[in-house]
């Protein structure tokens, strides 16, 4: 009987078009992983209120969830941050068949933290919340996906990294020209001098602290963006801050000079190791059989 591997994925955004387009590579699912990649694209875009539907949300779900067909996708609605809370078809669920083995992908707010409760043996979420929630603070920087393990202690959580998908932005620090010694780049090198604000993204402050290391980030004074604030203009306001960015186009708008990538922002895959089984080292080979040429396969 082919064994079902249950897999803990995001609901909704890049993190999860990574983990469907690295799936649909190895078990030619294209067509089911642009199904819901589209679909949840329109949804977002319906939601920010670029995209007028002609039918209501129970209907539009009612349409494209398959119950009772494991192999094609379920979705589901959540309630949105955004004003008015309005409501958001997700991702649910499919099974996708990869060789022996069956990959159920349920959808979850908080995967890394469904692993961390011993619900799912594997699941993907963003390194940052690794780097939030269990990564130990040091004096040196960590900056290589790779080094994350060596900083979580065992007795916290049982939770490992073991690859990336390669959906990669970074948190890239950058400040104005007036901050920077003349001819300069803003550099961890930067800060070690520095004296001052620091403009971050709410929530990211161990982040920031693991990535420059406690040596660097002592002297700093975190400062975030105002309500309906864009992050690049914070940063020019308070001066030297650290933003995901990927061209930095926007950021040189803002007159800021865009300088050391400090982390990668990437979709990681996790494991939780005393849920280790057969079936989940096959499910677990799917998804770093790409990525052992590389640097990004940890183990």
Do not use: W
Request: charged share 30%; hydrophobic share 35%.
């Amino acid at each position: 009987m082919t064994e079902t591997i249950p897999v803990a994925v995001p609901r909704k955004g890049r993190p999860l078009e990574a983990v469907l387009q690295r799936v649909a590579a190895e078990a030619d699912a294209q067509e089911v992983a642009d199904a819901i990649i589209s679909t949840l694209r329109y949804e977002k875009a319906v939601t920010k209120g670029d995209q007028t539907p002609d039918r209501g949300a129970y209907d539009r779900l009612a349409d494209y969830s398959h119950l009772g067909e494991p192999t094609r996708p379920d979705y589901t609605l959540l309630r949105d941050d955004r004003a008015g809370k309005p409501r958001r078809i997700v991702f649910d669920s499919v099974t996708v068949p990869v060789g022996d083995a069956n990959l159920r992908l349920v959808g979850r707010e908080e995967p890394f933290r469904a692993l961390r409760k011993h619900e799912f043996a594997l699941g993907f979420d963003s390194a940052d919340l690794v780097l939030e929630e269990v990564v130990e603070l040091r004096p040196d920087p960590l900056t290589r996906i790779a080094d994350v393990n060596a900083r979580i202690d065992p007795h916290d959580t049982d939770v490992r990294v073991v690859s990336g998908m390669g959906d990669t932005v970074y948190h890239t620090l950058m400040a104005t020209p007036e901050t920077l010694p003349q001819g300069e780049q803003p550099t961890r090198e930067f800060l070690t001098d520095y004296e001052g604000s620091l403009c971050i993204s709410p929530r990211y402050e161990r982040l920031v602290e693991a990535v420059l290391g406690t040596r660097n980030a002592d002297s700093l004074r975190f400062e975030y963006p105002g309500e309906h604030e864009e992050e690049e203009a914070a940063i020019a306001d308070a001066g030297v801050g650290v933003y995901l960015t990927v061209t930095g186009s926007t950021a040189r708008e803002h007159g800021l000079v865009v300088g050391e990538e400090l982390f990668p922002s990437e979709t990681v895959l996790m494991e939780n190791c005393s849920e280790a089984s057969a079936g989940v080292e096959r499910a677990k080979e799917v998804f770093v059989r790409a990525e052992t040429e590389s640097e990004m396969a940890i183990y």
